[in-house]
């Protein structure tokens, strides 16, 4: 099975733009990964930002944008807040099956 | 607005089996597929499988083969999720989600496996 992997943890500066990012043991991550990002904050239940590499929600802020980034998926956050802290997961998609990466803890310092 | 749904925590003993639903409003049920995701106290989330569309179709980790089964019920918009011969490691919070354009999950349950 693929191996989805993510920086383990990721610091910002209230307002700075950082970039996670989740790579494939597979190889280049590609649109046909179908790429998502999504966000986890103690106790709650995840939410879904990103779909499809790109496509945002109605209810994800602005400054979250999905890509790919040298054969990587990406998520950047730009202009950070204080309440994007959290954990971030990414998954794909590999012939029906998704796979999850183990996540990356982004803390807003 | 789409909605899931799902029951209340269960508290199992080693061998035996769950059953999580998961009640969905607001979308077009038999549309779009549904995934079943779990988490272990202070673990990441894991993928277990999914159903549909047209609840006809489900597609399991390999991890869970032939311990765990997923259905639907059309009548009602609601999602099943069953798995057998519980173990300590299945202790966990179990997620229902929707992918595509509805993008919802449920508020998680949980299960513990205790003797």
């Known amino acids: 099975q693929a191996v989805v992997t993510q920086e383990p943890s990721l610091t910002v500066s209230p307002g700075g733009t950082v970039t996670l990012t989740c790579v494939s043991s597979?190889?280049?991550?590609?649109?046909?990964?179908?790429p998502y990002w999504f966000q986890q904050k103690p106790g709650q239940a995840p939410r879904t930002l990103i779909y499809?590499?790109?496509i945002k929600h109605s209810w994800t802020p602005a400054r979250f944008s999905g890509s790919l980034l040298g054969g990587k998926a990406a998520l950047t956050l730009s202009a950070a807040q204080p309440e994007d802290e959290a954990e971030y997961y990414c998954?794909?998609?590999?012939?029906?099956?998704?796979?999850f990466g183990g996540g990356t803890k982004l803390t807003v310092l | 607005q789409a909605q899931l749904v799902q029951s209340g925590a269960e508290v199992k003993e080693p061998g035996a089996s769950v059953k999580v639903s998961c009640k969905t409003s607001?979308?077009?049920?038999?549309?779009?597929?549904l995934h079943w995701v779990r988490q272990a106290p202070g673990q990441g989330l894991e993928w277990m499988g999914r159903?549909?569309?047209?609840?006809?179709?489900?597609r399991y980790a390999q991890k869970f083969l032939g311990r765990v089964t997923m259905t639907g019920d059309t009548s009602s918009s609601t999602a099943y999720m069953q798995l057998n011969s519980l173990t300590s490691d299945d202790t966990a919070l179990y997620y229902c989600?929707?992918?595509?354009?509805?993008?919802?999950w449920g508020q998680g349950t949980l299960v513990i496996v205790s003797s």
């Open positions: 989600a929707t992918t595509g354009v509805i993008g919802a």
């Open positions: 607001g979308y077009a049920f038999t549309a779009y597929r």
């Open positions: 159903i549909g569309p047209n609840t006809d179709g489900t």
């Open positions: 597979t190889g280049s991550v590609t649109s046909g990964h179908y």
């Open positions: 499809d590499t790109t």
């Open positions: 998954s794909f998609s590999f012939s029906g099956s998704t796979v």
